[in-house]
């Protein structure tokens, strides 16, 4: 999820009645409600090591703890009022779960059990970027002020109380938005689910979310590769409208990609592997091997794609890792 509704989630809490446990306790949950994605830094050692250390140990049930006793040491240092320690240490945490939880409803998930398990949780029901829960933020944020305004416009000036109803509604509110997508992203597995893609039955099937809660894109896994079908909860479903991709027999050259860094990297994360393998352009009969997550594109577009240029000796030229990048036709 995007640290702005993470901030706001956390400032929420705050205003909801969390504030009140101990001074400085608005700071302590709005940088706790963050503090999981310090594993941003990683980006600076370049994008494969980014893609194995975000969401890794700071997004576990374990590393929970340590991030909300960070948080609370931090502000300790830098505030000028006297934090109460095991207050802020448990509201913390709690804006630290909540953090978690909110990663946990988008397709990319979290690895709740490192170092144990590096198996990847996720809900498949909301975007990263969701601009309804921001709509939904923004209530929790201009509500108070327009009552304030309204309040001083006829003499009775607004109880600060009122941010406090306003954070505990739109808090709900997002609770019920999130609840109203899992019950459709319910709906656009099961749908997926009880069809069948050029006669096969799904080994495994998948929804994926857009902006829109009724519309999802539907993934079944099939012997041969996937069926990536479109799912409009409004309108009858056509499986015949789904488009293949399939996969392919694993040759040398796939053999030596894997065994580059940023294909290792991509390997820990994919869940919806394709692997795209082609001629370049020049004449020398190098290969370009690609492995792609369709869970965020296509083989035209892919979200997250591992990339690597193999000779005709079954040598790696080149590999990286990219992501929102349009490959040549």
Do not use: C
């Not at 969401?55 to 109460?84: D, E, F, Q, W």
């Not at 109380?161 to 739109?170: F, I, L, P």
């Not at 296509?298 to 992501?323: D, K, L, W, Y």
């Amino acid at each position: 999820m995007d640290n702005l509704t993470h901030s706001l989630v956390g400032l929420f809490l705050a205003r909801a009645g969390f504030r009140r446990a101990t001074p400085a306790a608005t700071a302590i949950l709005v940088v706790a409600a963050n503090a999981p994605d310090i594993d941003v830094i990683s980006w600076f050692w370049g994008r494969p090591t980014w893609l194995h250390w975000h969401r890794n140990i700071t997004h576990s049930l374990l590393g929970a703890p340590v991030m909300a006793l960070a948080t609370v040491a931090l502000i300790a240092l830098l505030s000028r009022k006297k934090v109460r320690w095991w207050p802020a240490f448990l509201i913390a945490l709690l804006a630290v779960a909540s953090h978690l939880l909110l990663d946990l409803t988008n397709v990319y998930g979290v690895r709740l059990l490192l170092p144990f398990s590096g198996h990847w949780s996720h809900f498949d029901i909301a975007p990263v970027l969701d601009f309804t829960i921001w709509a939904i933020m923004l209530v929790g944020i201009v509500a108070p002020a327009l009552s304030r305004l309204v309040g001083s416009e006829i003499g009775e000036p607004a109880p600060d109380k009122g941010k406090a109803g306003w954070a505990v509604t739109a808090l709900l509110l997002l609770t019920v938005y999130y609840y109203s997508r899992s019950v459709f992203h319910e709906r656009a597995v099961n749908i997926v689910d009880s069809h069948l893609y050029n006669k096969l039955a799904p080994r495994r099937t998948g929804a994926f979310p857009t902006a829109n809660p009724v519309v999802w894109r539907g993934m079944a896994e099939l012997s041969y590769g996937y069926a990536d079908v479109p799912v409009d909860l409004r309108t009858t479903f056509h499986a015949t409208d789904a488009v293949s991709y399939y996969k392919p027999v694993r040759t040398p050259a796939m053999q030596a990609a894997m065994a580059t860094y940023p294909f290792q990297m991509l390997l820990e994360f994919v869940q919806y592997p394709l692997w795209v393998i082609e001629p370049t352009l020049d004449q020398n009969g190098d290969l370009r091997v690609s492995l792609i997550d369709l869970r965020f594109g296509t083989p035209q577009q892919s979200g997250f794609a591992a990339t690597a240029i193999v000779s005709p000796a079954n040598r790696v030229v080149e590999s990286s890792f990219g992501m929102g990048e349009v490959r040549p036709r």
